[in-house]
C-alpha cells in the first residue's frame, strides 16, 4: 500500500522508480555452500563513503525498501553505518544473511528492519549443504534478532537433499512462530560449479509446488503466495511474465552497477550509479534472453508490482 502511488505514477508515466533495490554489498563469504560459488567472484567494492553516497541517490530517486545480501553483508564492517543512512531517509531495510555473524554483529544492526536467514531444513541436511554448524548459528540469530525486534523470515532453497523435508522445515518455522520463504536452487550462484545432482526437474519441481499449495492451507508458516507457487510450478520453462526489474525494482552489484536480476547479472548498467546518477544507470538497462522468475523475491515483486 505504501508503494501503490509510486507504482501507478511510474506505470501511467513511464518513469523508472527503483522502488524496491537488492543490493549485493560483497561476494566475499565466510561459507562455502553446496549450491554456490560467489565467494569465488572477483572485484572491487565500494568504500563506505562511496556506499552512502549511493544510498543518498536512491533516495532521492524513490527509493523505500533496500536489501542488503552478498557473498555475506554482515562481512562487512560498515553495514550499521549503511543502515543508520537509509533511516535517515525512512528507507525500510533488510538484509539476506547466513546467520553466522549476527551475534557478533547485533548491535551494529540497531536500525535493521527485516531479515531473511538461509534454513535448508534438519541440522544433519542444513549443515551439509550450507556447513559444519551453520544450523546452530541460524536458530541462534532467529533467537537473537527477534529479541531486538527485527522482522525475521526464514528462505529455503529447494533441492534433492532437503526436498522432502518440507514438513519439518515448516513444523521448525511454526514452532519458532515464523514463516519460511521456499524457492529453487538455480545455476545463477555457482559461477561454473557442477550442481546438476541437487537440481529438482520439472517433474519433481511441479509435484513441489502442488505440495506446498496444498501445506499452504494448513500450515501458516508458508510465505509464498499461492500465485509464486503455481507459476514455480512451471519451472524451469515457466510462462512469461511481465518484469519490472529496471522500472520498479533493480540489484546492484559490490562495485554499485546496476542490473534486473540474479538471472541478468552479465546484463550490467554501462556504468556505476556513483559516477552517472539512478536514472542514467536505469535507462541503459535492456532485458535480455529472460527465462523467468528464478528467485522468489523478484517473482513475487513481479506479481505484486504488476497489480498496481
Known amino acids: 500500500a505504501k508503494v501503490a502511488p509510486q507504482v501507478l505514477w511510474s506505470l501511467f508515466s513511464g518513469r523508472r522508480i527503483p522502488l524496491i533495490v537488492g543490493w549485493n554489498l560483497t561476494y566475499r563469504c565466510d561459507r562455502k555452500c553446496l549450491f554456490c560459488g560467489l565467494s569465488a567472484a572477483v572485484g572491487e567494492e565500494l568504500r563506505t563513503e562511496q556506499a552512502l553516497t549511493i544510498i543518498d541517490r536512491l533516495a532521492d530517486a524513490g527509493t523505500r525498501v533496500i536489501v542488503f545480501s552478498g557473498g555475506e553483508p554482515l562481512i562487512r564492517d560498515d553495514l550499521g553505518d549503511l543502515l543508520v543512512r537509509c533511516k535517515t531517509y525512512g528507507i525500510t531495510t533488510g538484509i539476506t544473511t547466513n546467520g553466522d555473524l549476527v551475534s557478533r554483529k547485533i548491535d551494529q544492526l540497531r536500525f535493521l528492519d527485516n531479515m531473511k536467514l538461509s534454513f535448508e531444513g534438519p541440522k544433519i541436511v542444513h549443515d551439509r549443504l550450507r556447513g559444519e ?87 501458516r508458516a508458508v510465505a509464498n503466495t499461492d500465485a509464486g507457487l503455481a507459476y514455480m510450478a512451471g519451472w524451469p520453462h515457466p510462462e512469461p511474465l511481465p518484469c519490472l526489474g529496471g522500472r520498479l525494482f533493480l540489484r546492484l552489484d559490490p562495485e554499485g552497477r546496476s542490473y534486473f536480476c540474479t538471472m541478468q547479472r552479465n546484463n550490467f548498467s554501462t556504468d556505476t550509479i556513483l559516477n552517472v546518477g539512478v536514472a542514467r544507470a536505469m535507462e541503459g538497462l535492456q532485458q535480455e534472453n529472460c527465462d523467468g522468475c528464478w528467485c522468489t523475491s523478484t517473482l513475487e515483486l513481479n506479481l505484486f508490482l504488476s497489480k498496481g
Request: aromatic share 4%.
Open 133 to 219: 554448524g551453520s544450523y546452530d548459528e541460524v536458530m541462534n540469530a532467529c533467537e537473537i534478532a527477534k529479541s531486538r525486534g527485527i522482522s525475521v523470515l526464514l528462505n529455503s532453497t529447494l533441492n534433492r537433499l532437503n526436498v522432502s523435508y518440507i514438513e519439518q522445515i515448516l513444523q521448525t518455522a511454526e514452532t519458532l512462530n515464523l514463516k519460511v520463504k521456499f524457492q529453487p536452487i538455480s545455476s545463477a550462484h555457482t559461477l561454473g560449479r557442477d550442481i546438476s545432482d541437487l537440481l529438482l526437474d520439472g517433474k519433481e519441481m511441479a509435484e513441489t509446488m502442488e505440495k506446498l499449495r496444498k501445506l499452504r492451507k494448513t500450515s
